[in-house]
């Protein structure tokens, strides 16, 4: 299964060893830029309160995304794009086979 988590759940190591626990890690990577723009701020009252607030939560988090994961994907493509590369990377690392 895939399992995405709120971004705050990276905050806390006892959620990031139950989830390396039960599973493997993918952070995929996008810019600040990719996620302002796709993100509905209207609907997240949390971003609404603040324009700077999604760059403070980038910042803040970032290097916990990339130290709790066990796969880097730096995304700069579509959905296909990036599945691609999620299961050409899982392959590699013998995680999936085919």
Excluded at 61 to 73: C, E, F, K, N, Q
């Amino acid at each position: 299964i895939v399992l995405s988590c709120g971004g705050g759940v990276i905050k806390k190591a006892e959620n990031v060893a139950l989830l390396k626990h039960g599973g493997f890690l993918i952070f995929l990577d996008r810019s600040l830029e990719a996620i302002a723009s796709s993100v509905d701020q209207m609907g997240r009252p949390l971003l609404s309160a603040s324009k700077n607030l999604l760059k403070e939560l980038y910042d803040e988090r970032y290097a916990l995304y990339l130290a709790a994961a066990d796969l880097h994907i730096s995304v700069r493509g579509g959905i296909k794009e990036t599945v691609e590369a999620v299961l050409a990377a899982l392959r590699e690392q013998g995680v999936v086979e085919g």
